[in-house]
């Protein structure tokens, strides 16, 4: 396998944890401690850069100068394809940790954000997509309701700071 080939295969595995955590932790105080840095996709930024380094040129032409045609041909080159991949899970991953935030924030369950950052792992704008409805759906129902959407059953380690604490709170 070619080191194009590892690293590819690696970009995912780096990412892998803490879509573990926010699926099947989501809960655990520990979860929301971790993903809520953005240094989580650091490890997989690093393997971008060392795919990059090598077809520099390409890639910047490809980006600089966005056509299909540019693309296509980044991605016959071996760490082209790779780094494109590392730049999707690495944007894929901060994508989920926001979605994950939120639905935190929002109070929205477990069980509904869990299958949608397994559909933001595979197609992450279709999940932020779906995400963004059920988020605007939230917040409209909650101004209709003149209530504010639940955080404290689900986000004890992260106070909500949008609005003061008023003594009745």
Do not use: C
């Not at 690093?46 to 041909?73: D, I, M, N, R």
């Not at 995400?131 to 380690?157: E, I, V």
């Amino acid at each position: 396998m070619t080191s194009a080939g590892t690293l590819f295969d690696l970009t995912f595995l780096l990412a892998a944890p803490f879509w573990l955590l926010m699926i099947f932790a989501p809960t655990w105080s520990v979860t929301t401690r971790i993903v809520s840095s953005p240094l989580t996709a650091v490890p997989v930024a690093v393997v971008y850069a060392v795919l990059v380094a090598p077809v520099f040129p390409e890639v910047w032409a490809a980006v600089t100068g966005p056509e299909l045609p540019g693309f296509q041909e980044l991605m016959t080159l071996p760490n082209g394809a790779a780094a494109v991949w590392a730049h999707i899970i690495a944007w894929d991953l901060l994508v989920g940790q926001w979605m994950f935030l939120q639905g935190r924030k929002l109070g929205f369950s477990p069980w509904l954000m869990g299958p949608l950052l397994v559909l933001a792992i595979l197609l992450s704008p279709l999940a932020l997509l779906a995400f963004l409805a059920l988020r605007a759906t939230r917040r409209k129902a909650a101004r209709h309701d003149g209530a504010q959407p639940d955080t404290a059953r689900h986000d004890t380690a992260q106070p909500d700071t949008a609005r003061p604490v008023a003594s009745g709170d």
